[in-house]
């Protein structure tokens, strides 16, 4: 079995920084790329980066040996597509990775400004079939960036026939809803209270709460609307051999709403997981994956429980 491991590469294990600061504790732990971005561009940043953050960014992570994407994966509207072309013309100049994209008009944006850099297709909820990967892919795409609400079997079987690499989510939160309209400011205004209409990703204490399931639903609200969050966080560290086996390129950990000691330390156990499945063998991880499991349930927030998502169709939200 040892043997057969070895013919495997190690996915890429992606982080999401919560600011420049964050990314020598996350290079540390392990990580092998980062996402970054502005919330004008990309959706649900774990940090904002400003370019100037970019740069500083791309330089910490090269040298390290370690790759960088940009996230320009918002939906845009006609009056941000001259702010999209010239932000991709400004992130180009600085020799980023890749860029994360949903929207078609990155795609020309890119050819009309003749730029090159990898792109990562990430559509959310809709990346969830092989066909529209390889459609993606034909113009343009090298990587698809699968839906949360996959089954196991689903991402295996679109790997196999997927002629880009494949990202999964293997650990954090995951986004149940967004509106583009400004519902937290709708509610507070229309209780004639007075809060500031801002991105309120930094509260991690604001929750709808579902009193008949004994949920709370993280929510918060930035230029790209309302954003509802999963009540439990997803985590399958015990359950990457599938992952492994079939060949799957990256395994992303969801960093957003989540302290940065949190992230860093889940990071290096992810690490510990990988590193212990390829170098070692199948035995090895076996042996160790309930330890794993236990790590993380000793730093998870008493408000977030931890499931498998819809890995194993477990969740119902």
Known sequence: MFEEVTMLNKPELLVTPQSLAHIPALLEAGADAFIVG???FGLRLAGEFTLQDVKEAVALVHAAGKKIYVAVNAIFHNDRIEALDAYIAEVAKLQVDAFVFGDPAVIMACREQGITIPLHWNP?????????????????????????????????????NAEVAVEVQVHGMTCMFQSKRPLLGHYFLYQDKVMA????????????HDDERSNKYPIYEDVNGTHIFSPNDMCIID?????????????????????????????????????????????AYDA???ELQAAVEEIQPDHRPLDTGFIFKETVY
């Open 38 to 40: 502005e919330q004008q």
């Open 288 to 290: 160790i994956r309930d």
């Open 124 to 160: 959310e909820t809709t990346a969830t079939n092989w066909f529209t990967a390889n459609y993606w892919g034909e113009r343009g795409a090298n990587r698809a960036v699968l839906a949360r609400e996959l089954s196991m079997d689903e991402v295996v079987e679109i790997k196999e």
């Open 239 to 283: 359950e990457l051999d599938e992952l492994f086996e079939a060949g799957i390129d990256a395994f992303k950990i969801e960093g957003v709403l989540q302290t940065t000691t949190y992230v860093t330390k889940v990071t290096a156990l992810y690490r510990k997981a990988i590193d212990t499945f390829f170098d070692e063998g199948a035995e």
């Open 197 to 208: 209409i801002e991105n309120r990703k930094d509260n991690r204490n604001m929750f709808l």
